[in-house]
């Protein structure tokens, strides 16, 4: 079965700064990749995905992701962070043959210090 | 915009009682998926459902859980006889025809006692 690792689960940083985020699968075939926010108090809502294509994707809220199929790595950044980016972010993953089940990083906890 | 609802938004129960946890999946999508947070772990995979069957299950699912759509527009999870690991946040997602993408609902919080 895929996994999915998300490491410094706890992160904080001040507006304005860059935020990277990262994400490795352990699925060596075939993969979707996503990753969702849940603001507080809020459902997990999706940031971004990549699905074929260009690597670098680009989501919302001024979100990006690249995917690197060689480090098996789907990383978030956003280069500027605001107070409202607070939040937690988790990566998943399904497999072309997982029936969809969505594979879920432990996410991490974002605090943006105004 | 359409969002998936799920009710109750926190229940409390007695070790050993049956619950029912409902959802209302966006209008038009054909898939349907059950997950779970328990405090401070991962969002885990419990079970997907098409065409009024389940389409896969996790490990987690045994024989307490099942899963319904009852209606055109419900889908319940069902926990026979709850145990206090059964205590989690509880998601409902669903997706559309071509299954790119889940939308989660915001969630049922189960503590079992």
């Known amino acids: 079965a895929q996994s999915v690792s998300q490491h410094n689960h706890h992160v904080i940083l001040s507006e304005a700064a860059s935020l990277e985020l990262g994400c490795n699968y352990s699925y060596g075939g075939t993969v979707n990749l996503f990753w969702y926010v849940q603001y507080p108090g809020q459902h997990l809502q999706l940031l971004l995905k990549y699905f074929s294509g260009d690597p670098l994707v680009k989501g919302i809220k001024g979100f990006e992701a690249e995917f690197i199929k060689s480090k098996f790595s789907f990383n978030l950044r956003k280069p500027s962070v605001q107070w409202s980016d607070t939040a937690e972010y988790f990566c998943a993953v399904t497999t072309y043959y997982g029936n969809n089940r969505l594979a879920f990083g432990k996410g991490n906890q974002v605090v943006v210090i105004p | 915009e359409p969002e998936v609802t799920q009710t109750p938004s926190h229940q409390v129960t007695q070790m050993g009682q049956e619950v029912i946890l409902r959802c209302v999946p966006i209008s038009n999508h054909l898939y349907f998926y059950w997950y779970r947070q328990i405090l401070g772990q991962k969002v885990e995979f419990l079970v997907s459902f098409y065409n009024n069957e389940i389409s896969e299950k996790s490990e987690i699912f045994d024989d307490q859980f099942s899963v319904e759509r009852p209606d055109g527009s419900n889908f319940t999870l069902k926990i026979r006889s709850t145990k206090l690991e059964d205590s989690a946040m509880y998601f409902c997602?669903?997706?559309?025809?071509?299954?790119?993408?889940?939308?989660f609902g915001p969630g049922t919080r189960l503590l079992v006692l």
């Open positions: 997602a669903s997706s559309g025809p071509s299954q790119e993408t889940q939308y």
